[in-house]
């Protein structure tokens, strides 16, 4: 063989060398790109079940919500209705009063009366109701709202003279303060 061709097939091989590892790196990196591929279709269907379960889960919190608020308003609606069902009672029997009035005498007519208003007056301590007590006269403007004040040399601060409307706490808050008159000091001139 000549010199020439033996440099021909040298080349030769050796091409086929270098492209047979071409091809094999052309392979090893379509088997990465399949595998990339294959990571990126998992993580797109893990991404949807994410985003679908986070779908639920804010329909879930959604329906959550318009269900409390729907028995909020129930419950707000129908809160006072085993109270006005004991009211029932006392205008039950004011009815009856009412009724008599016309039938006998003054007197029963005012015993009937007087038991309404301690039937009336148990079911407000039952529901936690309470009348504010007037003591010892002193004015406190947290629980007294002076509707008439009227001036004096005989008091040094202000003193209640008349309650002129009870005032209730329901358990430890003022539902009405009592409408009083009040002494205050005379002022200098």
Known sequence: MSKRAELKSK?????????????????????????????????????????????????????????LDREK????????????KELFTVLDNFERALQSQDKG??????????????????????QGVTPIEIKEKKFNPHLHQAFITVESEDVKEPEIIEELQKGYILHNRLLRPALVKVAIPKREK
């Open 11 to 67: 080349k030769t091989i050796e091409g086929k060398k270098e492209s047979g590892q071409e091809v094999d790196q052309v392979k090893a990196f379509k088997d990465k790109l399949k595998k990339r591929d294959a990571q990126i279709r998992a993580l797109r269907k893990e991404a949807e079940n994410y985003k679908e379960q986070y779908l639920r889960k804010m329909a879930d919190m959604e329906n959550l919500r318009k269900r």
């Open 105 to 126: 005498d003054g007197k029963s007519f005012r015993e009937g009366i007087e038991m309404i208003y301690r039937q009336y007056n148990d079911l407000l301590i039952k």
């Open 73 to 84: 308003t129930e419950f707000y609606q129908y809160a006072l209705s085993e109270f006005l």
